[in-house]
Nanobody, 123 residues
Framework: QVQLVESGGRWVQPGGSLRLSCAVS???????LAWFRQHSGKEREFVAG????????KYADSVLGRSTIGRPHEGDAVWLQMDSLQPEDTAVYYC?????????????????WGQGTQVTVSS
């Protein structure tokens, strides 16, 4: 059973940067992890994803070029670095996982979810 705990969400000014972290346990080398976000009153949308081992990094068009998913050299965690943040990036951000290692951008493909962390971008 994969367990995920997000942290790092906070308020940030437009144009600023933020790094979210997701502590991961119960995973395997092939586990695929992803970040989703959910705007108030809307469905969760894919942001970025990667395999625990083997990269296979994917990004949503909305964040491509200004976001990076990765993990530390040591430690069981995955982070999401977001730059050039704008108000439309305001959302609850979730870490998700699936065991088959296959990239997916739909929330229904993921069996494991964290509790979410709030990101607010405003001046």
């Amino acid at each position: 059973q994969v367990q995920l705990v997000e942290s790092g969400g906070r308020w940030v000014q437009p144009g600023g940067s933020l790094r979210l972290s997701c502590a991961v346990s119960g995973h395997t080398f092939s586990t695929y992890l992803a970040w989703f976000r959910q705007h108030s009153g809307k469905e969760r949308e894919f942001v970025a994803g990667m395999r625990w081992i083997g990269d296979n990094r994917k990004y949503a068009d909305s964040v491509l070029g200004r976001s990076t998913i990765g993990r530390p050299h040591e430690g069981d965690a995955v982070w999401l670095q977001m730059d050039s943040l704008q108000p439309e990036d305001t959302a609850v951000y979730y870490c998700a996982a699936k065991r088959d290692g296959v990239p997916a951008s739909v929330s229904s493909a993921y069996s494991y979810w964290g509790q979410g962390t709030q990101v607010t971008v405003s001046s």
